[in-house]
């Protein structure tokens, strides 16, 4: 039995999943043994580009192509999940962290409780201040809402202290962090959560 932890890692296509999955395992990989598995509807591009990045060494990442809908591969139908989690735990026996990355959604899709031990929910401030009065699953009721590319709101016209409200109010009291990776923005906080809920660290 494994005793890796799992991460899902959702939400809109292009707000910077898979980019916070590579700050987050260049961070945590001293730490923890990890492994990666993406989820794309067409392509395995994901894996390809963490794989030529360097990330992890490659036979730790695993691209899912999904073809259809980002719901069904990861919650209603989950198998072929479970298949790239078999594959890499069959590869390495040590791991301690695994992320699941979702195909892009509309504000929708939710992991199954059964793929994923937590997931992060990650919305782009360049998709304008309305998506959190938006709502939809992954906003409100995440383990962990990332509102990333802060650092786009005086171009995209976002106020970002509203979004700061909005975002409390639409969590209700659930953990969320600004962020905005191109700046390293909000990464300590994400990482804190990871240990302190996910790896059930003291720190
Ligand atoms: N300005 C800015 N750009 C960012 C930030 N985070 C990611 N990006 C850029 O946004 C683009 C999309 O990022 P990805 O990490 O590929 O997004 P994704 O959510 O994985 O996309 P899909 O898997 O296609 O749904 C890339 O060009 C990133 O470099 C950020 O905080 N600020
Ligand atoms: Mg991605």
Same mark, same amino acid.
């Given at each position: 039995m494994s005793k890796a932890r799992r991460l899902g890692v959702g939400g809109p296509v292009g707000t910077g999943?898979?980019?916070?999955?590579?700050?987050? $395992?260049?961070?945590?990989?001293? /730490?923890?043994?990890?492994?990666?598995?993406?989820?794309?509807?067409?392509?395995?591009?994901?894996?390809?580009?963490?794989?030529?990045?360097? $990330?992890?060494?490659?036979?730790?990442?695993?691209? $899912?192509?999904?073809?259809?809908?980002p719901h069904t591969a990861i919650r209603e139908d989950a198998s072929m999940n479970f298949e790239a989690i078999d594959a890499l735990e069959d590869r390495f026996d040590d791991l301690d962290l695994i992320f699941v990355e979702s195909g892009g959604d509309n504000l929708s899709a939710t992991f199954s409780p059964e793929?994923?031990?937590?997931?992060?929910?990650?919305?782009?401030?360049?998709?304008?201040? /309305?998506?959190?009065?938006k709502g939809g699953p992954g906003v409100t009721r995440s383990d962990m809402l990332v509102v990333n590319k802060m650092g786009l709101c005086p171009y995209v016209g976002v106020d970002p202290e509203r979004l700061v409200e909005d975002t409390r109010r639409a969590r209700d009291g659930?953990?969320?962090?600004?962020?905005?990776?191109?700046?390293?923005?909000g990464l300590d906080e994400i990482i804190a959560w990871i240990k302190r809920d996910l790896m059930l660290e003291n720190a």
């Open positions: 999943k898979t980019t916070i999955i590579e700050a987050l $395992v260049k961070r945590l990989k001293d /730490d923890y043994k990890i492994g990666v598995i993406t989820n794309d509807i067409y392509t395995k591009e994901d894996a390809n580009f963490l794989i030529s990045e360097n $990330v992890l060494e490659e036979g730790r990442i695993i691209g $899912v192509e999904t073809g259809g809908c793929l994923v031990d937590a997931a992060i929910y990650v919305i782009s401030a360049a998709a304008g201040g /309305d998506i959190p009065r659930r953990p969320f962090v600004m962020a905005d990776m191109l700046e390293g923005k």
